[in-house]
């Protein structure tokens, strides 16, 4: 008699367990046995929306299979958002963490179990996951990335437990987008000291001098981004806070870091006095509180003190040559100085007369101080502000002025990040986008922290037409400044990578969200227009169009190349192609 066909099939295996369950069931085992079954309840409702199927329960563990590993990895993602959420108000030693593990295989087929290798690897897979993490094969990591918010940390080969050859394993790092400003995600800290430097207090009495407070927070942001033993977020996210009184604990994790650095600034003529305090977060503990005083020279002496200070709290490791490199002052002109930082207030307002204002404060400093490296790169910054937005009144005279700005940062600041990424992306909107890519890319090894190059870089890489590559840094650049007002562009950003990778439903996705928060950016409406054209839905495409000729009557497609940046032909005729088919006149 012949044996029966043995039945196998090709599926995507999660495999999960609860991080400590033994030590919590010793802590109070009825209220553990209760919580899991109360998690298991919410998370059953996320994995059938994933058509994924349970596989079978073993006490804190669970074995689940889906049709997709897109799906897969998608849901694991939520569930560890949802499980996030629902550990926000639990003491730390009592939270009940998911460790995931998640392989691509065929499997043996017996009754309702799935058996193999394939199963086994991603129970091991889970077993060297973190707490609240995920740990995904080469296989799955092939399948999904770029196709995810989610990138991945190469673990290198692994020895498995009794699995015969090393598996190669990637780590998941959820970077989260947040939905809007008002509604943001609780975010994971990083796997390195985290930090927020809030908005000083302005002590001075004097309203007007705002912007000297905010430069301060700037400068210090700035130096702290240098140690690549810190993760900091960026000015524009914390600068959300400024005038309202804050919950320390709910701001950690609105920003998902573990430290934050508040303090005041008084200045009274040529003196200066700063405050600061260290707090841990998670705790509301304060780590050390300290005053600064000194005559208006000595204001970059101050300020190395402070991040020496805080440094010295959170990341005793980092090397005293690491801390002097560092400590490099933008300028020794203190009149430059303060025109930069009147030019830096001025431009994060964002409308054309602040940018306009922001412009004569950076040429002023460049006069003061013809070596300011990144009051250059602000100057060009604000020329491809003006292009993006349709505000220039002379194209060819404003084209060679960011040509000239942005060498000049980039050839005065070869070790300023700052300067190497606004000078950079001066370029990338003249079309040369290998040098602009060089050049931001070396910016962000500068500084992993420098929100700024991550979102330029995600541009430049969408124009060069590595739209998976963009979105991973563009989804960087907003865990790096989650609350940031000018979220906008990086959404519009993810939005048009989309576009170029021919994904139009979820471009459409993203130009909306990105629209919710700025209406009348023209750059989110182009991308809005065209998406909604691809993907067949002509109404709204026309009604994009609209809104964009309401705002600038002159956009035409043959004038397209004025307003858009493309390195590759063939996305540059599908995006005229789509732009007129949403109607944009010729």
């Known amino acids: 008699m012949a044996s029966e066909r043995v039945q196998r099939r090709l599926t995507a295996i999660l495999a999960a367990d609860v991080a400590g369950y033994s030590r919590l069931m010793g802590l109070d085992e009825a209220g553990t046995a209760r919580t899991l079954h109360e998690h298991r309840a919410a998370v059953d409702p996320i994995v059938a929306s994933f058509s994924g199927r349970i596989v079978k329960t073993t006490g804190d563990g669970v074995l689940l299979e889906f049709p997709s590993i897109v799906a897969a990895v998608d849901c694991a993602v939520a569930v560890q958002k949802l499980m996030r959420e629902r550990n926000r108000d639990v003491p730390e030693e009592r939270r009940m963490l998911f460790r995931m593990g998640i392989n691509l295989s065929d499997v043996l087929i017996d009754g309702d179990d799935i058996l ?19 740990c995904v094969s080469d296989d799955v990591y092939r399948q999904v990335s770029g196709k995810l918010d989610v990138s991945f940390e190469d673990m290198g080969n692994q020895q498995l437990k009794n699995i015969a050859r090393p598996v190669h394993a990637y780590r998941a790092r959820l970077v989260e987008v947040p939905a809007s400003r008002t509604s943001a995600s609780l975010l994971p ?36 981004s240098h140690f690549k033993a810190l993760f900091v977020i960026a000015r524009n996210s914390t600068f959300t806070y400024k005038g309202r009184a804050v919950d320390v604990k709910q701001v950690g994790r609105e920003l998902g870091v ?39 020279e000595d204001i970059f002496d101050l300020q190395d003190k402070i991040t020496t200070s805080v440094v010295g709290a959170v990341a005793p490791k980092v090397v005293l040559a690491e801390i002097e490199r560092a400590q490099r002052k933008p300028t020794e002109n203190l009149n430059a100085y303060d025109h930069y930082l009147r030019g830096m207030a001025s431009f994060y307002q964002g409308t054309g007369e602040a940018v306009s204002v922001a412009l004569g404060q950076f040429y002023r400093a460049i006069e003061l101080d013809p070596a300011f490296a990144s009051a250059f790169g602000m100057a060009a910054r604000c020329y491809t502000w003006r292009k993006a937005n349709g505000w220039r009144t002379n194209e060819i005279q404003e084209r060679v002025e960011m040509e000239r700005l942005g060498r000049r940062a980039i050839k005065l600041g070869r070790d300023d990040a700052f300067a190497l990424c606004t000078g950079g992306f001066a370029l990338a909107h003249l079309g040369d986008l290998e040098e602009a890519a060089a050049c931001i890319d070396r910016a962000a090894l500068l500084n992993p922290s420098l929100a700024w190059a991550w979102y330029h870089g995600g541009w430049v890489s969408a124009w060069r037409g590595e739209p998976d590559e963009a979105i991973q840094r563009l989804a960087q650049a907003m865990r790096l400044s989650p609350l940031d007002p000018l979220t906008s562009r990086g959404l519009c950003g993810i939005a048009f990578s989309h576009f170029l990778a021919g994904r139009y439903d979820e471009a459409c996705n993203w130009a909306e969200r990105g629209l919710l928060e700025e209406p009348d950016f023209v750059v989110a409406i182009r991308v809005s227009a065209a998406s909604y054209a691809m993907a067949g839905r002509l109404e709204q495409a026309k009604k994009a169009i609209e809104h964009l000729l309401q705002l600038h009557p002159k956009q035409r497609l043959s004038n397209l190349k004025d307003w858009a940046t493309f390195g590759r032909p063939e996305h540059f005729a599908s995006w005229v192609q789509a732009l007129r088919a949403a109607g944009l006149p010729e």
Not at 123 to 129: C, S
Not at 199 to 223: K, R
Not at 284 to 291: E, F, V
């Open 116 to 134: 193999g290798d394939g199963v086994n690897i991603a129970a091991r897979l889970e077993g060297i996951a973190e707490p609240g993490g995920i």
């Open 189 to 224: 800290l990083p796997d390195k000291p985290s930090i927020a430097v809030m908005p000083f207090t302005n002590m001075s009495g004097d309203p007007e001098q705002d912007y000297f407070a905010d430069g301060m927070v700037d400068d210090i942001i700035t130096a702290l």
């Open 258 to 296: 573990r430290y934050m650095l508040e303090g005041s600034v008084r200045k009274a003529a040529n003196r200066l006095r700063i405050t600061g305090q260290l707090i841990d977060a998670a705790t509301g503990a304060h780590l050390w509180a300290d005053r600064f005083e000194g005559g208006l």
